[in-house]
């Protein structure tokens, strides 16, 4: 792989002018952060673009622009081996055929690894990125975030492969540190009841989704809920206070039988990016990459882009003005989920949110739904909601139990996309597809025959 990176490294060394497209989630912009800075340091002319999907209409203005050179990251590797008129580069992860290997082509796949938790979009552009100069290591803490976005620390509750040794450059550089700590979301800025309240994976029985039952949880183990007038955070406690409220939880869901298993996943390695300040949502990889989840899925790449490139002033207010907007969008989106009840099915559950959830949060809101305490882990969950353009907008995610046993998600959604003239991708464990409106019936038929090969029983 990092012979591959270097002929990419060269590639881009001997252009003068190359636009950069990548995916508009958080993973996407740190990769497009990544390659905009690597280029900017290298003093190359460059231009970005992000985008939902790579699509015919994105292709045919590509072809139409005639660039020197176009540096695809965090999608692409499904047409690495067409288009031979667009001169390209592609550094993505995501699942591809077994015939897209090329010279310009670098993704985790191609060389016997997986791209669902060993290197993701960002990872795989930052190994181009140090080919091109050991001094871009300090990107190091980009390519994490990426990562973290892409949920890659799922499976082990830490970051493995590739990733494992990305965070060793960035700890060897004094960028990034990884500790062991508690794994829920919001442990810089969320108010401590609101931590657990949605803590999720693992649901904290009795506890999580209650706000009330969080308060009494807490005060039963005598920990101020308040400092003066703010509301304390999981950063602002003492080891001592982490220590109860961990061993509380562990507690109770070994108590109500949910096994070793469930209750080890409440610790995990947390990445911390040395250079912001704690308390922020910049300091924390999950926090960060939430953040900027909030800016390209509004539409408003430009913003996360800026805030990654090391903007703390204008672009950073407008990102937390986003962020706020997007934690609304998210619980409205859950609950509205909620209310339009999962149908069962032999192979798959579903539920369709119509024009009810925007279809560039439909993949979080439906990875949130499966971890609710209602939804069967045994079945895969699929999400639909309407595009602008009256699509219909596919996510599906499922347990790491059901990928050990052969599920994969992106081979399932691809193919049955196919059939129906829509597109499909991304990973075994958490894959999309965009399909006419009208076919979503048909298409769940086809996800289900292709689901029912793959399980082993
Ligand atoms: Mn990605």
Redesign the pocket.
């Known amino acids: 792989m990092l012979q591959r990176a270097s002929e990419l490294a060269d590639i881009i060394k001997k252009s003068t002018k190359i636009h950069i497209v990548t995916?508009i989630?958080?993973?996407?912009i740190t990769?497009g952060a990544i390659a905009s800075e690597t280029l900017r340091r290298l003093g190359k002319e460059f231009t970005i673009e992000c985008i939902k999907q790579l699509d015919e209409v994105i292709i045919n203005k590509l072809l139409t622009e005639q660039h020197e050179l176009v540096w695809f990251t965090?999608?692409g590797s499904g047409i690495s081996t067409q288009y031979p008129e667009i001169r390209k580069i592609i550094t993505?992860?995501?699942e591809c055929p077994a015939d897209s290997d090329a010279s310009f082509h670098l993704n985790p796949h191609l060389f016997g690894r997986d791209?669902s938790y060993e290197l993701?979009?960002?990872g795989a552009t930052y190994l181009v990125s140090i080919a091109i100069s050991q001094k871009n290591k300090d990107l190091a803490g980009l390519a994490i975030v990426?990562?973290i976005?892409?949920l890659q620390d799922r499976r082990f509750c830490e970051l493995r492969g590739m990733n494992a040794e990305i965070v060793k450059d960035g700890v060897d550089v004094g960028v990034l540190q990884a500790v062991k700590d508690i794994r829920y979301f919001g442990k810089e800025t969320r108010p401590l009841a609101k931590l657990l309240q949605y803590a999720s994976d693992p649901l904290i029985p009795g506890v999580s989704g209650r706000e009330d039952a969080c308060v009494a949880f807490l005060q039963e183990l005598k920990i101020p809920l308040k400092e003066g007038d703010s509301w304390r955070t999981w950063v602002d406690l003492c080891k001592e206070e982490k220590r109860k409220i961990i061993s509380g939880i562990i507690q109770m869901l070994l108590s109500k039988g949910f096994g070793y298993q469930a209750a080890a996943r409440v610790l995990g390695e947390s990445y911390l990016l040395n250079k912001e300040e704690e308390g922020t949502e910049l300091h924390e990889a999950k926090e960060y990459a939430t953040l900027l989840n909030s800016t390209a899925r509004y539409g408003e790449y430009e913003v996360g882009l800026q805030v990654c490139l090391g903007d703390r002033g204008k672009w950073l207010k407008e990102a937390l003005n986003l962020l706020s907007g997007h934690r609304h969008n998210l619980v409205e989106g859950l609950q509205f989920a909620k209310e339009e009840k999962i149908q069962k099915r032999t192979y798959l559950q579903f539920f369709h949110a119509g024009d009810g959830i925007r279809d560039t949060i439909i993949g979080i809101v439906t990875n949130m739904m499966l971890n609710t305490e209602d939804v069967d882990k045994e079945l895969p969950l699929i999400g639909f909601a309407l595009t602008e353009n009256g699509d219909v907008k596919v996510s599906a995610r499922a347990a790491q139990s059901l990928v050990d046993r052969g599920l994969d998600l992106a081979v399932a959604l691809t193919r049955a996309a196919k059939e129906l003239n829509g597109i499909g991708g991304g990973h075994n464990i958490a894959a999309g597809a965009t399909i006419p409106k009208g076919k979503e019936e048909e298409f769940l038929q086809l996800v289900e025959r292709e689901i029912k090969l793959q399980i082993i029983p």
């Open positions: 995916h989630d958080a993973d996407g990769a965090d999608l993505d992860h995501h791209g993701s979009g960002a990426g990562a976005g892409d």
